[in-house]
């Protein structure tokens, strides 16, 4: 299943976000799912992750300490909260599901081809 991003936008340096993460009203697959985040001409970068059920996040050195991920699975969503926002994180933002594993291992893994969905635009001015 693809899962789409929400809640991008523009802010200065040091201001926050939250993202969305939805099924487009479905219910969230039993996986663990993962945010990256693609800065323009560079790669895909992992960020998070967050088990099915579990309750258990992991994070980027990059974005630890500064970026939260939660997730209700009775309201089908995952939030990912963004504090002091620098310019370096200006990029697209992904959500993807790990079709491996229900848990995480780790902040990174390698997701299907087929699940990238659409993400949203991040741009932190300084």
């Known amino acids: 299943v693809q899962l789409q991003a929400s809640g991008g936008g523009s802010v200065q340096a040091g201001g926050s976000l939250r993202l969305s993460c939805t099924a487009s009203?479905?219910?969230?697959?039993?996986?663990?799912i993962g945010w990256f985040r693609q800065a323009p001409d560079k790669g895909r970068e992992p960020l998070s992750c967050?088990?099915?059920?579990?309750?258990?996040?992991y994070y980027a050195d990059s974005v630890k300490g500064r970026f939260t991920v939660s997730r209700d699975n009775a309201k089908g969503t995952v939030h990912l909260q963004m504090n002091s926002l620098r310019p370096e994180d200006t990029a697209d933002y992904f959500c993807?599901?790990?079709?491996?594993?229900?848990?995480?291992?780790?902040?990174?893994?390698?997701?299907?081809?087929?699940?990238w969905g659409q993400g949203t635009q991040v741009t932190v001015s300084s």
């Open positions: 993807i599901q790990d079709r491996a594993r229900a848990y995480c291992e780790g902040y990174a893994f390698i997701p299907s081809m087929d699940d």
């Open positions: 009203g479905l219910t969230l697959p039993d996986r663990a």
């Open positions: 967050i088990g099915a059920s579990d309750g258990k996040s």
